[in-house]
């Protein structure tokens, strides 16, 4: 029997699997990053923010096998809205994983959080990402031109939003 996809806390044993995404050229080009970060940086980052009311960061599962990373960053209470960030393992992209933990991630700000307004900024040339955020209620606020550069050339970046309203 299939176990259905949910999200739990990233806890510090997590952080081998986050490296490896973080230092992936194929992940982190969508971030708009450069691939390098060392795993004791990321430990000293998980250790700074473990008791941040402004963050939440998750592990996307099944079965108890890692898929990938869900981020929602940016917290405040009087504006009551995150920035989403979501990262899939490559071994696991193109198995509609990411339109279920978008939606997970969704249900989570806006049920439990009672957050207004989830956002998000995706390269503009990331055509499937874009797609799987409209189906998850995203609509585009607008285009930041040649805003990030990526492999040798600057890329248009589009931001986007979900407002709790129109996600329910």
């Not at 971030?31 to 980052?45: I, Q, V």
Request: charge should be negative; aromatic fraction near 12%; charged fraction near 30%.
């Amino acid at each position: 029997m299939r176990q259905e996809m949910h999200l739990r806390v990233m806890e510090k044993d997590d952080l081998e699997f986050l490296h490896k995404l973080n230092n992936d050229p194929a992940v982190m080009d969508y971030w708009f990053e450069e691939p390098y970060m060392s795993l004791e940086k990321l430990k000293d980052s998980y250790e700074k923010n473990l008791d941040s009311e402004r963050h939440r960061q998750f592990i996307l599962t099944q079965n108890g096998e890692k898929l990938g990373f869900v981020g929602l960053f940016g917290m405040n209470q009087r504006d009551r809205n995150a920035e989403f960030a979501i990262m899939i393992d490559p071994i696991h992209q193109g198995n509609g994983y990411a339109k279920t933990a978008t939606q997970l991630a969704l249900e989570y700000a806006f049920d439990r959080l009672n957050l207004h307004k989830v956002y998000l900024i995706v390269d503009k040339e990331n055509e499937k990402a874009v797609h799987i955020y409209e189906k998850a209620g995203f609509t585009v606020e607008g285009t930041m031109k040649e805003h990030f550069y990526v492999n040798g050339r600057y890329h248009d970046a589009v931001s986007m939003c979900v407002l709790k309203q129109d996600f329910q």
